[in-house]
């Protein structure tokens, strides 16, 4: 659910603790981030600019997360890949 608390200043700008709010370094939390972000924006409580900031680091996290996901998953192919005889069973020596 989005925190619909005002914020500080109103002058457009956020503190550091209502940054901290967003953790836009769990990408799981993206939307409710997103929709965070949004609505502070839509009602005038952030510039558009820092929403646009906060979105653009919202969409490196998540992509910095999936790169890691998949370096897991190449590990753990390499992995089983590994002792496998690769000159039998349509390896790539493998007669044809």
Avoid: C
Wanted: glycine content about 10%; aromatic content about 4%; proline content about 5%.
């Amino acid at each position: 659910m989005v925190d619909p608390t005002p914020l500080d200043g109103g002058d457009g700008t956020i503190t550091v603790g209502q940054a901290r709010r967003l953790n836009i370094a769990d990408p799981k939390r993206g939307p409710e981030t997103l929709n965070r972000v949004a609505r502070w924006m839509l009602t005038g409580a952030i510039r558009p600019d820092l929403a646009r900031t906060f979105a653009y680091l919202a969409q490196v996290a998540v992509r910095a997360s999936d790169v890691a996901d998949l370096a897991e998953r190449l590990d753990a192919l390499e992995d089983a890949l590994k002792g496998r005889d690769m000159t039998t069973a349509g390896g790539r020596h493998a007669k044809h």
